[in-house]
């Protein structure tokens, strides 16, 4: 069995799946509203880097945007359940399948971060009063990329999940200590440091007991990036889903629990137990997280307004997915939901909640409101418009799709 050609043969198919939706995605006037975005943020980016406000904290920017795009380290496989049986007896060839999706991976993510990098560049060679030289800056990056890289795949194999759970907070650690080293401290030090704690980094990932193929881990893994292709697809086209993670998450296990148990109810407080426990959370604090250290960071200027309103439209487009979670469940066919109710709860529970991303990702801003109250005002004005045109939209699909299905 050629298991390259296994590989290249799986990755086509499932892109084959993909590609039919992307027509749809670019009709839905994505292409349009992504150009728009494109000229204003060159015209934005131009403009601050000719004119670049004063204490600009762009070490600071530079690691809370590199960092996530250094450490993310995801690898397709394209394994399947039948996989356990059929592929068992090439267990030990199985690395000639897994080393081009490993390399693909690296190959495509290495080069986003250094497109970023060098968009990045101009307002930090502008901006920092000791700035790193570029080619430097792209090797150690490529370093840390790859040693992320090798430290995820080692995750997925080891046989504790506890230990593979602590690995990956070590690895996190690792990137953001040597990222921030190298924007921080001498050049000398910083390359002994980086070169330390990565071997020190390796050294332990040679402890833990590991699986050759760790078969079951994987294919999950498999179905669930397979699904987030799918949820994204979902926000402009109707797509087959697919299986999604369940998370525990006890912490948030009330939520939902004050709505009352009614009909009227019932779908609404089924969409906030699943919010709750699905990816689409993990992306919206993600995303809320990320969203508002950088308004912070920029707190004193326009950046901050483009920031919040950019992080609060990707909080309304991932809540927008969940009207896709339960649409061919079928308890929703036994259970007696009156007529209309349902639309009424998605509607309801999306707004409330990106409501509620919209307050909390304000509330960076109250820190300038007494040198920039225009600004802080302005912008806590626009997020509310952009929240409750999201829910505008979200009602005239709905009553679209109402009367296609009469």
């Known amino acids: 069995m050629n298991l390259k050609e296994l590989f290249a043969k799986r990755r086509g198919q499932f892109w084959g799946e993909i590609l039919p939706y992307l027509g749809y995605v670019i009709q839905s006037g994505v292409a349009f509203v992504f150009l728009f975005v494109l000229i204003a943020f060159s015209a934005w980016y131009t403009s601050i880097v000719q004119n670049v406000p004063q204490g600009l904290p762009i070490r600071w920017i530079m690691l809370a945007v590199l960092f996530p795009l250094a450490v993310n380290s995801s690898v397709r496989t394209y394994l399947r359940s039948a996989d356990t049986v059929f592929l068992l007896p090439q267990e030990s060839r199985m690395k000639q399948y897994f080393v081009k ?235 007696p939901l009156p007529e209309g109710t349902r639309r009424q709860n998605e509607v309801k529970l999306v707004f409330q909640v990106q409501l509620l991303w919209a307050v909390l990702l304000w509330i960076p801003l109250l820190f300038s409101i007494s040198t920039k109250p225009g600004l802080v005002l302005g912008t806590g004005c626009a997020g509310l418009l952009l929240v409750f045109l999201f829910r505008m939209a979200a009602l005239r699909r709905g009553k679209r799709e109402d009367e296609d299905d009469l």
């Not at 650690?173 to 070169?195: D, H």
């Not at 797509?239 to 009330?254: G, H």
């Open 101 to 335: 999706g490993w390399v693909s991976g690296v190959v495509y993510k290495t080069a986003l971060l250094l497109v970023v990098l060098l968009i990045l560049w101009p307002l930090y060679i502008r901006s920092d009063s000791e700035p790193k030289l570029l080619l430097p800056t792209v090797l150690v990056l490529i370093v840390l990329k790859l040693a992320s890289s090798y430290g995820s795949w080692k995750e997925q194999l080891m046989v504790s999940r506890s230990a593979a759970g602590a690995f990956r907070a070590l690895r996190w650690a690792v990137t953001a200590l040597s990222l921030a080293s190298w924007l921080w401290s001498p050049v000398f030090g910083s390359l002994l440091f980086i070169a330390l704690i990565h071997l020190t980094y390796w050294a332990a990932l040679r402890v833990p007991v590991k699986h050759f193929v760790a078969w079951e881990r994987l294919i999950q893994v498999e179905k669930r990036q397979a699904a987030r292709v799918m949820m994204v697809l979902s926000w402009f086209v109707d797509v087959p889903q697919r299986e999604q993670r369940v998370y525990a998450r006890k912490w948030l296990s009330r939520w939902g629990s004050g709505i009352p148990w009614r009909k009227e109810t019932a779908y609404r407080f089924l969409l906030a137990k699943s919010l709750a426990r699905s990816d689409i959370f993990g992306i919206l604090f993600r995303v809320g997280v990320l969203g508002a250290l950088l308004v912070w960071l920029t707190r004193d200027s326009l950046a901050s307004a483009a920031v919040y309103l950019v992080c609060l439209m990707i909080a309304g487009l991932q809540l927008s997915s969940l009207r896709k979670l339960h649409r061919e469940s079928f308890w929703l066919h036994v259970y």
